[in-house]
């Protein structure tokens, strides 16, 4: 099975920082990659599709890009609302695995 | 408006089975895959299975092949997953979330249920 591995595992940032988050899949995936952002105590929430689509709703700070086998999120200015765990997920086909997410600390 | 609502909270004694159910609306139930993701304590999330509510094919993750089940009922719009032999390693939040049309094209899940949390414990 094709593997996903996000870096870095966590991280601390301040407010207005560029937030660059890694994920590569052991695999080509023909850009079939989905990021989700969730909160503690909350369900996971879809961000981008397609490695780069914007999901309806989701504020243009957030970016993704990539193709293959290597894809980035990008938060462009971090906002306090943003402190959350991201996680990436291929969707080419089955199994669907997950990455091991990458929790986003506000200093 | 598309929504997923889940069953509630289930407490198993370690080899017991445990049944989650999820009731879909706002949307065609038949249309969407529906897929089953897991969440253990503090950890991140693992894709479980996909079912595919028109035919009623399913596919699992090889870790649950054999011990997880998925089913539906399209006369009342619900999908099921059950777990059997039930380990403290199964504690977890339970999610049902819709995947993609049946009739074709890829994308990711975009409406979750609330999760259900289910505790084994002796």
């Known amino acids: 099975d094709i593997q996903m591995t996000q870096s870095p595992s966590s991280l601390s940032a301040s407010v207005g920082d560029r937030v660059t988050i890694t994920c590569r899949a052991s695999q080509g995936i023909n850009n079939y990659l989905a990021w989700y952002q969730q909160k503690p105590g909350r369900v996971p929430k879809l961000l981008i599709y397609g490695a780069s689509s914007l999901e309806s709703g989701v504020p243009s700070r957030f970016s993704g890009s990539g193709s293959g086998t290597d894809f980035t999120l990008t938060i462009s200015s971090l906002q306090p609302e943003d402190g959350a765990s991201y996680y990436c997920q291929r969707y080419d086909t089955s199994p669907r695995t997950f990455g091991g997410g990458t929790t986003v600390e506000i200093k | 408006q598309v929504q997923l609502v889940q069953s509630g909270a289930e407490v198993k004694k370690p080899g017991a089975s445990v049944k989650v159910s999820c009731k879909a609306s706002g949307y065609t139930f038949t249309g969407h895959y529906i897929h089953w993701v897991r969440q253990a304590p503090g950890q991140g999330l693992e894709w479980m299975g996909w079912?595919?509510?028109?035919?009623?094919?399913?596919k699992y993750a090889e870790k649950f092949q054999g011990r997880v089940t998925l089913t539906r009922d399209t006369s009342i719009t619900t999908g099921y997953m059950e777990v059997s032999s039930l380990t403290s390693d199964d504690t977890a939040l339970y999610y049902c979330?819709?995947?993609?049309?049946?009739?074709?094209?890829?994308?990711?899940?975009?409406?979750w249920g609330q999760g259900t949390l289910v505790t084994v414990s002796s």
């Open positions: 079912i595919n509510p028109n035919s009623g094919r399913t």
């Open positions: 979330t819709r995947g993609s049309e049946v009739s074709g094209g890829r994308k990711p899940c975009d409406f």
